[in-house]
């Protein structure tokens, strides 16, 4: 049973365009959402977070969205680039201490 | 500090043989994790740690996966026996908040 789902395993955009990566979550006690990222060959990288008190955390180019009624969030980044390119995943995390991650999507940022 | 440190970073075994795959966390983290990634399923958590302790291992797929933890900078996944179905990137992960940091992982194929 996936908690955490990403619909989208892949997505591809133009440099400079916005990229928008979505998530879904069916547990309600989650109350803290990160994103990661993933290059070939390493590990995942922390990225940006967000408490459920809060509904928008900017970074930079990165601001992540959270819709608790809805149970979804996602990630948009402004503007895109070719270093983007990379697996993102989205995660949650509730009260247990354990992160609960999703399947993935792969993005890929065309010069 | 290193970060989390994995090893081997690739393993080709048989089938039926025994794999130790190790990890060294981050020093000062109280927490450490053991994910699997599959194109399917994406980074499916297998066990967590909390200051040595297993809290949580409902992810162990099988009774043929086992996790230690016999002191705060060391850990090993262990796979007896091993089957062609177990091959995938093994990460370990160490935190002492929400925000995990992660290994490159153990690339393991079963053969």
């Known amino acids: 049973d996936q908690q955490v789902k990403q619909n989208s395993p892949s997505l591809s955009v133009q440099e400079g365009r916005i990229s928008i990566l979505n998530c879904d979550y069916t547990?309600?006690?989650?109350?803290?959402f990160l994103w990661y990222k993933k290059y070939p060959a390493e590990g995942p990288t922390f990225l940006i977070s967000?408490?459920?008190?809060?509904d928008k955390n900017e970074d930079g180019r990165f601001t992540v969205f959270l819709n608790k009624s809805a149970k979804h969030l996602s990630l948009h980044i402004v503007p895109s680039q070719p270093g983007d390119s990379a697996v993102y995943f989205c995660a949650a995390s509730g009260n247990t201490g354990k992160l609960i991650f999703g399947q993935g999507t792969t993005l890929q940022v065309k010069p | 500090d290193a970060g989390v440190i994995q090893s081997p970073r690739h393993e080709v075994t048989e089938m039926g043989q025994e794999v130790t795959l190790r990890c060294k966390p981050i020093s000062g983290h109280d927490y450490l994790f053991w994910y699997r990634q599959t194109m399917m399923r994406g980074l499916e958590l297998l066990i967590y740690?909390?200051?040595?302790?297993?809290?949580?291992d409902s992810g162990m797929p099988e009774d043929r996966f086992s996790a230690k933890m016999p002191n705060a900078s060391f850990s090993t996944l262990k796979i007896q026996p091993s089957e062609p179905r177990d091959s995938a990137v093994y990460f370990c992960?160490?935190?002492?908040?929400?925000?995990?940091?992660f290994g490159s992982g153990t690339q393991l194929s079963v053969l």
């Open positions: 547990n309600s006690m989650f109350d803290y």
């Open positions: 740690f909390n200051n040595n302790v297993p809290i949580d």
């Open positions: 967000i408490s459920s008190i809060k």
């Open positions: 992960a160490s935190s002492f908040d929400e925000k995990l940091f």
